[in-house]
């Protein structure tokens, strides 16, 4: 059961114009929502984050916008640039307990941007 | 501030073997997590060491083991080595208090053959 879905395997973007990755979540329980970013053979890089209290998010080029009632969230990237292309990550945790130090990922998306 | 550091960061088993894999956390966090990631599964949680207690444990067998010493460096253990643990496994350090980010080394590849 896969509680975290990036429905989207690849998105290609052109240079200067909005990249909206999308990921949808299904447990009620999570309350804190990251995107990474990662390129082969390297690690995730955390780019922004948002917790459940809010609705959106905003760090340079990037803004994280959460609707809880559609258990969705969106990345946008405002200019898009050519070093953007990347798998994006959408992950999502939950407090305590069983959940401690754990991240869930969605599959990942493949940003092109283009030239 | 020096980032994670894993190490080696490839390596090559046969079935049977078993491997120990290395993650140094971030200085001053006490948080270590552990992923695996393949082309079919994507990312998933192994388990989480918070000052030298496993405080959570993803869905993976008993070949999997990891401990964490009172420096916070942490190492995992997988024994009995499979075809299907071939991966790239990923270390992730954080202060360890909720709501932190958690930030990635740059993981270990890991063939078996």
């Known amino acids: 059961d896969q509680q975290v879905k990036q429905n989207s395997p690849s998105l290609s973007v052109q240079e200067g114009r909005i990249s909206i990755l999308n990921c949808d979540y299904t447990n009620s329980m999570f309350d804190y929502f990251l995107w990474y970013k990662k390129y082969p053979a390297e690690g995730p890089t955390f780019l922004i984050s948002?917790?459940?209290?809010?609705d959106k998010n905003e760090d340079g080029r990037f803004t994280v916008f959460l609707n809880k009632s559609a258990k969705h969230l969106s990345l946008h990237i405002v200019p898009s640039q050519p070093g953007d292309s990347a798998v994006y990550f959408c992950?999502?945790?939950?407090?305590?307990?069983?959940?401690?130090?754990?991240?869930?990922f969605g599959q990942g998306t493949i940003l092109t941007v283009h030239p | 501030k020096a980032g994670v550091t894993q190490t080696p960061r490839y390596l090559i088993k046969t079935r049977g073997q078993q491997v120990t894999l290395s993650c140094s956390p971030i200085?001053?966090?006490?948080?270590v997590s552990w992923y695996q990631q393949t082309p079919g599964q994507g990312l998933q949680f192994l388990f989480e060491y918070f000052s030298e207690t496993q405080r959570n444990k993803g869905n993976f067998p008993g070949r999997f083991s990891g401990r964490q010493f009172s420096n916070s460096r942490s190492e995992m253990n997988v024994s009995t080595l499979e075809l299907g643990d071939s991966a790239l496994y990923l270390c992730?350090?954080?202060?360890?208090?909720?709501?932190?980010?958690?930030?990635f080394g740059p993981g270990t590849r890991l063939t078996v053959l």
């Open positions: 992950a999502a945790s939950a407090r305590g307990g069983t959940s401690y130090g754990k991240l869930t």
């Open positions: 948002i917790s459940s209290i809010k």
């Open positions: 200085s001053g966090h006490r948080s």
């Open positions: 992730a350090s954080q202060t360890g208090q909720e709501y932190n980010e958690q930030f």
